[in-house]
């Protein structure tokens, strides 16, 4: 990870930035797939100073082949009058360094009715005096609002910038440029 790319979102007065961002978001992850790259993270460096989101600002991290390949794709096609394409630039020396990550709650009331009908042979009904929808527990992270493209479904992808550290850990970044364990430049 030694270069990184910046985008910028323009204000929109129709366009919420959280939509906006949703949708840079799943186009990368489209691109990422067709790459096949688990070579290239993401952060959203205005998260410390963003109350309720992500910001408006992501920063894609790998090295510059990386990049380029990446850049090389037309996937930000019908996004341009939404964003600023920043220049490909070296990371900074003296930095300090994250793990940004997904994070997942298993606690959808649907999901463990559906579980409690599997399981235990119940009725709908029955899961449902079980396990109300007060049940839910939900994360205090923010969350870009996202669309499985193999089910169609709408999900929330919960983010975590991981604590700050003074050396990097390799390893590998998901279809999401996302990573448990593996560090991205952070400054």
């Keep these: 990870m030694d270069h990184y790319l910046d985008i910028h979102l323009r204000p929109d007065p129709e366009l919420p930035g959280t939509h906006l961002m949703a949708t840079l978001f799943a186009k990368l992850h ?25 910001g408006e600002h992501l920063r894609l991290h790998g090295t510059a082949a990386a ?21 490909k630039h070296p990371v900074p020396t003296k ?8 994070v997942q709650t298993k606690s959808s009331s649907d999901r463990l009715r559906r579980r409690q009908i599997r399981r235990h ?3 709908e009904e029955e899961a449902r ?12 992270l923010p969350y870009l609002q996202l669309r499985s493209q193999s089910t169609g479904q709408h ?4 983010i975590q910038h991981g604590e700050l550290q003074t050396s990097p850990v ?14 991205i430049p952070w400054f």
């Design 121 to 123: 042979g119940l009725s």
């Design 129 to 140: 005096e079980r396990i109300p929808d007060s049940a839910a527990k939900t994360l205090a």
């Design 95 to 102: 930095i300090q360094f994250r793990a940004v990550r997904r």
């Design 155 to 158: 999900f929330r992808l919960f």
């Design 30 to 54: 489209s691109v990422l797939v067709a790459l096949a790259t688990q070579n290239i993270g993401v952060s959203f460096p205005q998260i410390d100073k963003s109350p309720i989101g992500l």
């Design 170 to 183: 390799d390893g590998v970044f998901n279809s999401y440029g996302l990573s448990q364990q593996a560090t």
């Design 67 to 87: 990049l380029d390949a990446l850049m090389a794709r037309p996937w930000l096609n019908g996004l341009h009058d939404y964003l600023s394409l920043g220049e």
